[in-house]
């Protein structure tokens, strides 16, 4: 099976969830938000094919890190080998985090995107909103993206809020 990635795994990023994390870039998005920072990771043809065994491999090279983060492009476009990643770093123990220009309760209809939600800690969902830019929304883009508990919402099939970012941000 092959992955879509816009570039190599980047390693150490500090701005796409909690602790030093492993970021998938994946090429592929349909949502097209206007002043996107990645517009170069749209195309479906753009990238490179990767096979996932070599993704999972250059994950678990050298230190481990705190978690990993899907992002992109949009990881939902491909959930199958995402799905495959996830459960492998699952298996490690590491935390996964994926950022989605969907909205959860979207996601929830299609059942490959459910099940590759169900390795997933933490989503960070909704498109890009230029006008609700925010540089102190921890994490997000834009203050209407919402960072979700994702356990906790599969659970309570409705989305549930990550709490201590909420209390920091005064955000809904
Ligand atoms: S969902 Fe993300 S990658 Fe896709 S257009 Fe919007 S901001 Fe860009």
């Known amino acids: 099976m092959e992955i879509r990635l816009a570039s190599d795994i980047e390693r150490d990023s500090v701005v796409d969830g909690p602790g030093i994390r492993t970021v998938i870039w994946t090429q592929g998005c349909p949502h097209h938000c206007p002043f996107c920072h990645n517009p170069e990771t749209h195309s479906f043809d753009g990238g490179k094919l990767v096979p996932v065994e070599e993704v999972i491999e250059e994950i678990f090279k050298?230190?481990?890190?705190?978690?990993?983060?899907?992002?992109?492009?949009?990881?939902?476009?491909?959930?199958?080998?995402?799905t495959e990643i996830a459960k492998k770093c699952k298996e490690r123990g590491l935390n996964i985090w994926c950022y989605t220009g969907f909205l959860f309760e979207d996601l929830l209809k299609d059942k490959d995107r459910l099940e590759f939600l169900k390795y997933?800690?933490?989503?960070?969902?909704?498109?890009?909103?230029?006008?609700?830019?925010?540089?102190?929304?921890?994490?997000?883009?834009?203050?209407?993206?919402?960072?979700?508990?994702?356990?906790?919402?599969?659970?309570?099939?409705?989305?549930?809020?990550?709490?201590?970012?909420?209390?920091?941000e005064g955000n809904k």
């Open 120 to 168: 997933i800690d933490v989503l960070v969902d909704g498109r890009f909103e230029n006008a609700l830019k925010s540089y102190s929304a921890k994490f997000r883009g834009s203050t209407n993206q919402r960072i979700i508990n994702v356990k906790a919402s599969l659970k309570k099939k409705k989305a549930v809020l990550v709490r201590e970012y909420i209390i920091k």
């Open 62 to 82: 050298g230190e481990i890190q705190d978690g990993i983060t899907f992002s992109g492009g949009d990881p939902m476009m491909q959930p199958i080998p995402c």
